[in-house]
């Protein structure tokens, strides 16, 4: 797989597009044999004046913004970028760049998630155990938070069902292409 440097390809990453997260630790285990992916853990891009961030829903956080630098500085595991596809458009305007904004907007609105709480670690473990669903509007865990935005930005309705969605369910798709793994 290709290594991209962060410095080289900072500038091509896009608001929408999404980071796949393949972690080394027994927590990412965990998650990638329970959802039988090579992946743990998914976020989304999105650019905040001049800086580069991931939003997404993480364990005793909740929904919030990461510095992507900072992010690949001190996580374990690999990062993979897929941008949002060529081929995908905006479902109701047909313009990537009308995308693009559309996703910053659905992104940076409190109403989609921001600042929300992630799913109790209660919660993660009566699904692991017994394939528990629920239904807690203000709570989230990482792959049903992008399920949402793909659902109501990119119009992809196989994500409709958020609470089933694993990071892996992500690659699958055709609506992102795999860059290569960010590096450093």
Known sequence: ?????YQDIRHKI???????????????????????SPYSHVEIAVWL?????????????????DLLSHKLKKYGGQVEWWAV?????????????QLIIKA??????????????????????RS???GWNWDQPDAYFCSEF?????????GLQQFSNAIKISPGDFARCDAWELKGIITA
């Not at 797989?1 to 440097?5: D, E, P, R, T, Y």
């Not at 896009?14 to 039988?36: A, E, H, N």
């Not at 949402?148 to 990119?154: D, G």
Request: glycine share 10%; charged share 20%; hydrophobic share 40%.
């Open 49 to 65: 004046e001049h800086r580069l961030c991931t939003i997404g829903a993480v364990l005793h956080r909740g929904v919030y913004p």
């Open 1 to 5: 797989m290709i290594q991209l440097s």
């Open 104 to 125: 910053r907007n659905w992104l940076l609105d409190s109403e989609n998630g921001w600042g929300s709480s992630y799913a109790s670690s209660r919660q993660f473990w």
């Open 146 to 154: 992008a399920a949402r935005y793909a659902t109501q930005v990119l």
């Open 85 to 97: 596809s060529d081929s995908v458009m905006d479902p109701v305007g047909g313009n990537r760049h």
């Open 14 to 36: 896009v608001d929408g597009d999404l980071f796949l997260f393949r972690g080394k630790g027994w927590f990412s285990k965990l998650i990638q044999s329970w959802t039988k």
């Open 128 to 130: 692991f155990l017994f």
